[in-house]
């Protein structure tokens, strides 16, 4: 065996070993952006339309003006830009108490016409007799449009929903850590919620 020849034969037994030490290559799991959560800091805001709560320092109140002038209901956005994120919510008053229940049967079946998708939906009772403010936050797991909804009421004359939809497709495992953010300031808004006298129409 020449030179040439035995260099040759080490050099394929190395890279043959070399080979042999590689491990299969591992896929690295999807990573999603840092988000910098803002402080939980508070401001009060009162609609014209007669209801007042506190809203987050870096969310910001869209009115929409065209409402329902006849019925009397007012339509209007908590806006939290850095979350691209929107609770639309409706005050509507109450006439009588078969218009009570009709809202509160809607609200119920607002939140479980997404059950097809849902992975789960929590719900949870609150109730503010002090200011005459009671009802439901619902919580739903899963790839669903509108993963929070509540709505509040005194039962006489008042009527409150709050839907939360992100301005893009829902996905669960990026948007758990805003979402629960969030979830956070809308518990803190009903826990200020009071009615309030109008001041002016839709």
Not at 49 to 73: H, L, N, Q, W
Not at 105 to 127: L, N, P, W
Not at 132 to 148: C, E
Not at 172 to 180: E, G, M, N, Q, T
């Amino acid at each position: 065996m020449n030179k040439r020849t035995g260099f040759g034969l080490t050099l394929l037994v190395a890279m043959t070993s070399l080979q042999g030490c590689d491990e299969p290559p591992v896929p690295k799991p999807r990573g999603y952006h840092r988000i910098e959560f803002p402080a939980f800091e508070y401001a009060s805001y009162t609609h014209p339309c007669g209801v007042s709560f506190e809203v987050p320092v870096y969310s910001k109140i869209e009115r929409i003006e065209r409402g329902a002038p006849e019925a009397g209901i007012c339509w209007f956005n908590c806006a939290v830009p850095r979350f691209s994120a929107k609770l639309h919510c409706t005050l509507m008053p109450l006439a009588e108490e078969a218009q009570f229940v009709s809202l509160v049967e809607d609200a119920h079946q607002m939140v479980f016409s997404h059950e097809m998708k849902a992975a789960g939906i929590r719900t949870q009772q609150f109730d503010f007799p002090e200011r005459n403010v009671s009802g439901v936050l619902y919580t739903l797991q899963g790839p669903v449009a509108s993963p929070i909804q509540f709505f509040a009421t005194d039962s006489v004359a008042h009527f409150l929903r709050g839907s939360l939809y992100f301005d893009h497709a829902p996905n669960p495992d990026s948007l758990k850590p805003s979402l629960a953010h969030i979830e956070q300031d809308i518990v803190h808004l009903i826990e200020t919620l009071a009615w309030t006298q109008p001041t002016s129409t839709p």
